[in-house]
């Protein structure tokens, strides 16, 4: 027989599966909760595994989810009618109202299969401020039937009313060994191939099951890195040009930026000799090169002017103006 975290069948974050469980068996789950972490850490999975729990027919509570009965097979092929799933039509978009509208006349009706309806509502960052308002109308006065997951990067970025209607679970980054393991034993990655999407994921497992599974993923990566390397020896025209066609896609500029991040953290290492891993293990004598030239003033630099271009574009700022500012401030050979 498995235990309780076999059943939820996730990698890591074993206190906030314990506690979920716990809160399953003795039917003291929270009308709301807020799931947060970065990109690819494991928010939706946590969110799903709640919800086959929750919406399990196994007679056995301690059993739940069992995998086994019809509403575990539903759920698994994202099909069960008392789980709504609401998000942005793509990654960097916008979360409407009219969505969030709609969920709340789904979630007023009987459940179709099951004791409750779940709801995950993904990347709620991305959720306009009417949205978000509409959503706290919900959390305010919840149907004892509902249960709401929100996932965020932050609570930060979230209304402070909604983070505070919501039992809080921040779930932190895995250790890189524990990633490179699961990559290893069960996703059949190859051994080199699991050590360094280990090392690109910075402990997200989800980035790395689908970069194994995207066989473009890790060419956009090297490709990305090396414009970064062609843009310092170019001139402004050419800096401007890559500004101009970087700013047409948002996602991936943010994409592009996060990577960059990355990268001169791992300068920023070499250059001051710290005794910590870096993450892109593949391009170790091009970083030792960086470093020597740049050194770690000009590293962490780099790492502040693209974190606040980041935030500059999250706040909606003109994106091929803050690009162009950025392209100003890449280092020079």
């Not at 050590?195 to 989800?206: K, V």
């Amino acid at each position: 027989m498995m235990d309780g975290d076999s059943r939820w069948n996730i990698v890591g974050h074993r206190w906030a599966v314990s506690a979920l469980q716990r809160a399953v068996v003795t039917q003291s789950v929270s009308h709301a909760y807020l799931f947060t972490g970065p990109p690819g850490v494991g928010k939706t999975t946590l969110a799903r595994r709640l919800a086959a729990a929750l919406l399990c027919q196994d007679p056995e509570v301690t059993r739940r989810p069992c995998g086994e009965c019809r509403a575990c097979h539903l759920i698994g092929s994202g099909n069960h009618p008392d789980l709504h799933v609401v998000e942005s039509e793509e990654v960097g978009g916008s979360l409407k109202i009219d969505q969030v509208r709609q969920l709340q006349h789904t979630l007023n009706l009987t459940p179709v299969e099951s004791r409750c309806q779940v709801a995950v509502l993904r990347r709620f960052e991305e959720a306009t401020t009417s949205a978000a308002n509409a959503l706290l109308k919900t959390l305010e006065d919840p149907a004892s039937h509902v249960v709401l997951a929100v996932l965020a990067r932050e609570p930060d970025r979230l209304l402070p009313t909604i983070v505070s209607r919501c039992q809080h679970i921040p779930l932190r980054p895995l250790p890189v060994a524990a990633v490179q393991q699961a990559l290893l034993h069960r996703w059949g990655a190859r051994p080199p191939q699991a050590a360094l999407l280990a090392h690109l994921s910075c402990g997200r497992l989800g980035w790395a099951v689908r970069t194994l599974e995207d066989d473009e993923a890790l060419n956009r990566r090297a490709r990305r890195l090396d414009e970064l390397d062609d843009l310092i020896d170019s001139s402004l025209i050419h800096r401007f040009r890559y500004a101009e066609k970087l700013a047409r896609d948002p996602v991936a500029a943010h994409q592009v930026l996060e990577l960059w991040i990355g990268w001169w953290r791992d300068v920023l290492l070499e250059a001051s000799g710290a005794d910590a891993p870096v993450t892109n293990i593949d391009r170790g004598g091009q970083l030792q090169e960086q470093a020597r030239r740049f050194g770690a003033a000009t590293s962490s630099h780099m790492i502040r002017a693209l974190r606040e271009t980041i935030q500059k574009l999250d706040r909606n700022a003109n994106t091929r103006l803050t690009l162009e500012v950025l392209m100003l401030d890449l280092p020079r050979s």
